[in-house]
């Protein structure tokens, strides 16, 4: 399992089979049942309070969760206060909501979005330190766009094929999120949105940014 403080208020989970074996539940448990009444919700807020201090005592809880192609489970956990919650949802019971989203390893274009650009650069730098991924061998045109305040990494003409494809997936989804494979998207991005890094957009992060 593993724990990243996104902000104050907010953390990701990323957990594996493993993990999964470990807190005696499984994938059909985990879709079929509030997460809230299961023993590896506990788990998480109690680790989650040691390691990066996220304490949620009194406070209302929104997650939301999206599986990968390997089913590895990314949680993303927001707190807020009593007042804060009624601001955002009036009169709105609190509610969990666990969606399965997986991302088409068979498409030749992918869409992720990074809240800032650091995000974008931390990923650089895990890319760069795993050393294990051939960049120019998974995709030859990579772009950086910011669009909204919202930093979009363009992936086109995926090597569905490379072998590391699915590590590389399962890593970025720790850093951003899967926003689309749609050419619709991609166009307006170009058209409408900032060109940050026009090409080889993660050798050039790998480079510049990366420690």
Do not use: W
């Not at 909501?97 to 995000?119: A, C, H, L, P």
């Not at 950086?144 to 970025?172: A, E, H, R």
Request: charged share 25%; aromatic share 12%; with cysteine.
């Amino acid at each position: 399992m593993k724990i990243e403080k996104l902000t104050e208020n907010k953390i990701r989970v990323i957990i594996n089979d493993e993990d999964l074996k470990q807190n005696h539940t499984d994938l059909h448990t985990i879709m079929t049942k509030s997460l809230e009444n299961q023993g590896l919700f506990l788990n998480i807020l109690s680790k989650a309070e040691k390691e990066v201090g996220f304490y949620t005592e009194n406070c209302k809880l929104l997650i939301e969760a999206f599986s990968t192609p390997d089913d590895m489970f990314v949680f993303t956990i927001t707190k807020y206060n009593e007042t804060d919650f009624k601001d955002i949802l009036p009169n709105t019971p609190k509610k969990l909501t666990v969606k399965r989203k997986s991302v088409n390893i068979n498409n030749s274009n992918s869409i992720y979005k990074f809240d800032s650009f650091d995000e974008f650069c931390n990923f650089c730098n895990c890319i760069n330190n795993k050393n294990q991924f051939e960049i120019n061998k998974l995709s030859k045109h990579i772009s950086l766009y910011l669009y909204n305040d919202t930093y979009y990494l363009i992936l086109s003409n995926i090597n569905i094929n490379y072998k590391n494809i699915k590590i590389f997936y399962n890593t970025i989804s720790e850093f951003g999120k899967f926003v689309s494979n749609s050419n619709t998207f991609k166009t307006k991005l170009i058209e409408h949105g900032n060109s940050i890094i026009k090409k080889n957009a993660i050798s050039i992060g790998i480079k510049y940014f990366s420690e």
